[in-house]
């Protein structure tokens, strides 16, 4: 019985990984075109644009589908959040939450 258990654990965690990888590779083929402007990795340089580096998935995921309901309005970001599905935004937001980066605090 308890090898039973113990093989469920193994699948259900196994099978959790791969998934969360899967989005976590989506997103990063995802992200070319985002890119351009946040950075290859979210950690752009440019200031105009902010950083998604290490920022909350949540976070992520909320700002996006305010850009594509209107809710938050800015004429760049709602073009673009305007093509992402459902499940672009979640691989995107994997993408970004799991990089180095708002954990670094800027110089200035
Ligand atoms: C042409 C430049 C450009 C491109 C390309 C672009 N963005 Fe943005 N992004 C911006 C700007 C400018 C802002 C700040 C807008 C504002 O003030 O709300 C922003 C803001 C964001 C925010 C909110 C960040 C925060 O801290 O609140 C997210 C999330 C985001 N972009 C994700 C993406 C994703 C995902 C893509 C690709 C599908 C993308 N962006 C493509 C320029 C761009």
Do not use: W
């Not at 992200?31 to 200031?47: F, I, Q, V, W, Y």
């Not at 290490?54 to 209107?70: C, D």
């Amino acid at each position: 019985m308890k090898n039973i258990l113990y093989i469920i654990c193994l699948v259900f965690v196994f099978s959790h990984q791969v998934h969360a990888d899967a989005s976590y590779d989506r997103g990063k083929d995802k992200s070319a075109t985002c890119s351009a402007c946040h950075g290859a990795d979210g950690n752009g340089e440019n200031k105009m644009y902010p950083r998604l580096a290490g920022q909350y998935k949540n976070y992520l995921i909320h700002a996006l589908n305010a850009y594509k309901s209107g809710e938050r309005n800015n004429a760049i970001m709602s073009g673009f959040a305007a093509g992402l599905s459902e499940q672009d935004i979640i691989d995107l937001s994997t993408y970004y939450s799991k990089q180095k980066g708002l954990k670094i605090i800027p110089k200035n």
